[in-house]
């Protein structure tokens, strides 16, 4: 009898302790994609908001005005500088590249790198956005990139406006406001082929190395959010993504948030 009722009672004990851990792994799951979706909502919105920005910056008067001055030029965008904190420069170029204006001050009068969204421009798109790591201040950031056309409508500049990399740390940090620190979790942001644009635990691989759960994300099928639970350095990981579905009528990029 006594066997019988040991044998019984580990077996309770392994059915409830099986079901709980469970009912915790699916509570964790659900939480990660919440938390995953929301803050990539979040981050289309802000996407949004900034090509609404460089549309007003295209059309201002003194930036389309073949005579206004550098220094008009500068003082006009130091004030729109005031006005959107999220920048940290806006720069003002011809089509040769060259910088006319910048609010960091550098490089005034220098041509600029033929980087892939000067590519873009050069192939007929008029508002391009990318991720890159600035020439002058290193810092990786997000560049908003428009054509600037003049009161006959003939493009002649560009109009750049640079948001840090970090400002969607920021913006996913929002979605863990009420929670315990030792709780928040790993996050990057990854292109469409699993590059790493934004990651708060590996700043090396920024723009260089593809996530390492990549390989668990790029076969999982499509929807707006999942998670997959796997091995990471011998123990186990649930990993939630959220892709991206833009905004009104920002189509978005294909970017994929992942928090593990």
């Known amino acids: 009898m006594t066997t019988v009722f040991l044998v019984s009672f580990c077996i309770m004990a392994y059915l409830g302790y099986s079901t709980t851990t469970n009912m915790l792994e699916q509570r964790i799951r659900e939480q990660l994609e ?5 803050a990539m909502d979040m981050i289309d919105r802000t996407l949004f908001e900034r090509y609404g920005d460089l549309r007003v910056l295209r059309t201002d008067p003194l930036l389309m005005s073949k005579s206004a001055t550098p220094e008009q030029i500068t003082e006009r965008l130091n004030r729109y500088l005031d006005s959107y904190k999220i920048y940290s420069s806006l720069a003002l170029f011809d089509l040769k590249r060259m910088r006319i204006a910048d609010t960091s001050g550098i490089d005034i009068g220098k041509q600029h790198a033929l980087t892939e969204y000067w590519k873009e421009i050069a192939a007929g798109r008029e508002l391009v956005m990318k991720v890159t790591e600035s020439s002058t201040t290193k810092q990786i950031i997000i560049n908003f990139v428009a054509v600037v056309r003049d009161t006959q409508g003939r493009p002649f500049r560009v109009v750049t406006s640079r948001m840090p990399i970090d400002s969607i740390h920021e913006i996913v940090e929002q979605t863990y406001r009420g929670r315990e620190e030792n709780e928040i979790s790993m996050v990057e942001l990854l292109d469409k082929d699993g590059l790493i644009l934004y990651s708060n635990y590996n700043k090396q691989g920024i723009l260089k190395e593809q996530s390492e759960d990549w390989e668990y994300l790029k076969n999982l099928p499509g929807g707006n959010a999942g998670s997959v639970r796997h091995d990471y350095s ?26 593990c």
């Open 234 to 259: 011998g123990e186990g990981e649930i990993t939630a993504f959220a892709r991206e579905q833009g905004y009104r009528d920002f189509r978005g990029n294909g970017w994929i948030l992942v928090i």
């Open 34 to 38: 919440g938390h995953a979706f929301h």
